[in-house]
Structure formats: structure tokens, C-alpha cells
């Protein structure tokens, strides 16, 4: 399986989702409460923990999910699953975007669909709920646009494997891998002065790999823009350019002009 769980999770319900999120919700507002927000994470998590299992919530800390292709491996941890639904738990001065996408992440590994993210740190309790409709049919689903035809077969293999909508990180580190990548410093210049040098993923002495996710067309446009000046600086010859647009991943090597 390329990816499984250390403990089985279980689709729920929008209505068992709530009524899960509400007791929760209500013991975190109650820790907050009781021990101020000042502390760290794992103690907020470990309390948390403690008062849901009084109640008769089954839970886990610290609940591994491990993805396998090939011979990349890579293991992400929920902070906590209650009655099967996934919360994570942070201390920070504001949730944000980047929180959602971690705990969205998770969704789609374990294909659920809705989970909680729960931030101890500000005067009162901060939540938000992050949900998706996409199941692991639907990420079954991608085109593939490439110029080299053996990242193309890297690309439907790791994809038929993982599926799409999944971490760019995570997509990276197995491209990384799956490719030979090594990663190394490449000298900068700016008219033949050197100014510094930059850690690139090389796939070849004088070709790096970019792998990032970008879904609108003036991104594209305005990403390849600045590669095409990073270019002129970089001791390079080209960049081998994968991005995943959701269902949409294209291939392509950027040239030093």
C-alpha cells in the first residue's frame, strides 16, 4: 500500500463530525481556561488527550501516516484523532493558510473529509474547520504534459501511486529522490562579479530541478519569468521545470539564453 495509517481511520459524518468537534472544542476551551495559553504544544496536546479519554473519546497522539513509492519513503505525523477525526493543534500568534494546507494534506492521505485545526495560543481558543469534497477516486484522475518522456513515465508512476492535490513538499521529495537528484551550492554572478552562491537540486552538473505548484496562467507566466533571471546569474545551463496544477502537471526544461 503506499500509503496506510498507524491507526484506522474512518470516514464520518458531517453530523458525527460536529457532535465529535463539539466535546472537543469544549474541553479545549476549558484547558485554555484553566492553564493560560502560554505553553507548548505537545502540553496543550498531551492535556487535551487526557480530558477526551475521561469522556470516553478514543484517541491518538501523534498518529503516523507513511507514504511509499519505489523506494521513497516518507512519514507525516496527525497531532491527534478523536472517534477517527483528525485535529491539529498549534501555539502560534495566528492560524494560518499554510495550517490549513498541512491539515488538508492529511484529509487526502487518509481520504476523509473534514478536521479541525485548534490554536492554544491566543487570548481566546482560535479554530478553523478545513474540509474537502475530493476523494481518492478523484485524485486518481491527471494529465501529464512533458518534454522528456522518462520524467513523464516518474510522473504517472508516482501519481497512479499517490494520486493529485497532495503537498508540493511531499511531490518534491519524491521527484528529488525518484530523479537521482543531488543537491548542491551553484555560483552566482552579476556582470562576471561573484555574489554568492545558491542549494539547487541538480539533476545533471549544469541543470536544476523546480518543482513547485502554481495554478493560474499569470503565475506560470510571471514564475518563468523570474527563472529566466535566475538563469542569467546562476552557473547554469537550465532549469527543468515540473509544476503540479492540480489534475494539470507539465514538464518542461527552461534554457539559458
Known amino acids: ?104 494534506n492529511y484529509l487526502l492521505l487518509t481520504n476523509t473529509q473534514h478536521g479541525k485545526l485548534i490554536n492554544f495560543r491566543p487570548n481566546s481558543v482560535q479554530s478553523r474547520f478545513v474540509s474537502t469534497t475530493l476523494r481518492s477516486s478523484d485524485r486518481a484522475k491527471f494529465k501529464i504534459t512533458a518534454e522528456d518522456s522518462a520524467i513523464a513515465e516518474v510522473l504517472h508512476d508516482l501519481l497512479s501511486d499517490l494520486g493529485t492535490h497532495l503537498a508540493i513538499n511531499l511531490y518534491s521529495d519524491a521527484l528529488r529522490q525518484l530523479l537521482d537528484s543531488e543537491l548542491r551550492e551553484i555560483s552566482l554572478s552579476d556582470a562576471k562579479k561573484f555574489i554568492g552562491v545558491q542549494a539547487m537540486p541538480m539533476l545533471t552538473n549544469t541543470e536544476a530541478l523546480i518543482v513547485i505548484a502554481i495554478a493560474q496562467a499569470q503565475g506560470i507566466a510571471s514564475y518563468k519569468k523570474h527563472l529566466t533571471r535566475f538563469l542569467t546569474i546562476a552557473d547554469l545551463k537550465s532549469f527543468n521545470w515540473i509544476n503540479f496544477n492540480n489534475r494539470t502537471i507539465t514538464q518542461s526544461v527552461l534554457l539559458r539564453k
Open 1 to 104: 500500500m503506499p500509503i496506510s495509517f498507524s491507526k484506522i481511520i474512518q470516514v464520518t459524518h458531517q453530523d458525527d463530525f460536529h457532535a465529535i468537534d463539539h466535546m472537543v472544542m469544549k474541553s479545549a476551551f476549558e484547558i485554555h481556561n484553566e492553564i493560560g495559553r502560554l505553553l507548548d504544544e505537545k502540553v496543550y496536546q498531551r492535556t487535551l488527550l487526557h480530558r477526551l479519554t475521561s469522556r470516553g473519546l478514543q484517541c491518538e497522539l501523534e498518529s503516523e501516516i507513511r507514504i511509499t513509492h519505489k523506494e521513497f519513503q516518507k512519514s507525516y505525523f496527525i497531532d491527534l484523532i478523536v472517534d477517527g477525526v483528525l485535529f491539529e493543534t498549534k501555539t502560534t500568534a495566528q492560524l494560518k493558510p499554510q495550517h490549513e494546507a498541512q491539515l488538508l
